[in-house]
């Protein structure tokens, strides 16, 4: 069940940073930073961090170079601890 959430989070994750990413290309309305903080947090940061270095897109934010990864960090520590 876990894993079956976290492959749901992480997939919405990549969309919204590709969609972001696109939106910024042409100049439309974004996606909050805080939604896209939101979802890598709750579950999706393998998702965010796989958009973020595909794309190219957020790299060069500090508050993405240092809670995309940490997130990342966290949840698979939580992941090896629950499974």
């Not at 959430?5 to 696109?22: A, G, S």
């Not at 796989?50 to 990342?72: D, N, S, Y």
Request: net charge positive; aromatic share 12%; hydrophobic share 55%.
């Amino acid at each position: 069940m876990l894993i079956s959430i976290l492959t749901i989070m992480n997939v919405i994750t990549f969309v919204l940073y590709r969609h972001d990413k696109q939106c910024a290309l042409k100049g439309n309305w974004r996606v909050a930073e805080i939604t896209l903080l939101s979802f890598s947090f709750f579950g999706g940061a393998l998702g965010a961090y796989i958009a973020m270095h595909g794309f190219r897109h957020k790299t060069q934010h500090k508050k993405f170079q240092i809670c995309v990864p940490l997130f990342l960090t966290i949840q698979i520590i939580l992941l090896i601890i629950n499974l």
